[in-house]
């Protein structure tokens, strides 16, 4: 059974950082690419980055982009995102979500999300 | 990037009604995906490519469309549908999603 399990979220400050990790399992981790998408509260889904099987592909949403960073650890089955510079608008639920193997790009599953909340 | 636009916003059905929920794209796109948020749960993907079900997903659900304009159309509205819906592309990055569609109980 593929699970995604994501943890590290918490109350933190404007202008400090957080560490995000996601630990995969019931699957091939190194075969697929994995993305990180957000939810803030009552609002819809927005990408944040994405990172290919081997982490030759990095790609972030412009929002996001300078201030955070997706890596991968294959050996430890896990996805990460540092996230620096917080602001307010980052403030959201954060879902792991594994990509399709294949040609065809979409988020076949996704764990249960860590919430970030950045405030004074 | 390319902007989807859901509608309607909100809707309401009674069992056994048909539900279309449509999404356009600002842009041409070669395939949409959806997805089913119940509340409190992460999203669970429902059409991939268009107009494939997911795996477990009923056959009541649906998906169609081409280029700008696809749909998602439940034949047979059940109490356990009440949930929101997302459109999604990846033709070109950024993927995008639509802001959603909130599917009620009637």
């Known amino acids: 059974e593929v699970q995604l399990v994501e943890s590290g979220g918490g109350l933190v400050q404007p202008g400090r950082s957080l560490k995000l990790s996601c630990l995969a399992s019931g699957f091939t981790f190194s075969n697929y690419g994995m993305n990180w998408i957000r939810q803030a509260p009552g609002k819809g889904l927005e990408w944040v980055a994405s990172?290919?099987?081997?982490?030759?592909?990095?790609y972030y949403a412009d929002t996001v982009k300078g201030r955070f960073t997706i890596s991968r650890d294959n050996a430890k089955n896990t996805l990460y995102l540092q996230m620096t510079s917080l602001r307010s608008e980052d403030t959201a639920l954060y879902y792991c979500?594994?990509?399709?193997?294949?040609?065809?790009?979409?988020?076949?599953?996704w764990g249960p999300g860590t919430m970030v909340t950045v405030s004074s | 990037e390319i902007v989807l636009t859901q509608s309607p916003t909100t809707t309401a059905a009674s069992p056994g009604e048909k539900v279309t929920i449509t999404c356009l794209a600002s842009s041409s796109v070669s395939n949409m995906y959806w997805y089913q948020q119940k509340s409190g749960a992460s999203p669970k993907l429902l059409i991939y490519s268009t107009s494939s079900l997911a795996s477990g997903v009923p056959d009541r659900f649906s998906g169609s469309g081409s280029g700008t304009s696809y749909s998602l159309t439940i034949n047979t509205m059940e109490a356990e549908d009440a949930a929101t819906y997302y459109c999604?592309?990846?033709?070109?990055?950024?993927?995008?999603f639509g802001a959603g569609t909130k599917l009620e109980l009637k």
């Open positions: 999604q592309q990846w033709s070109s990055n950024p993927p995008t």
């Open positions: 990172i290919s099987s081997s982490s030759s592909y990095i």
């Open positions: 979500a594994r990509q399709n193997y294949g040609s065809y790009r979409y988020f076949d599953f």
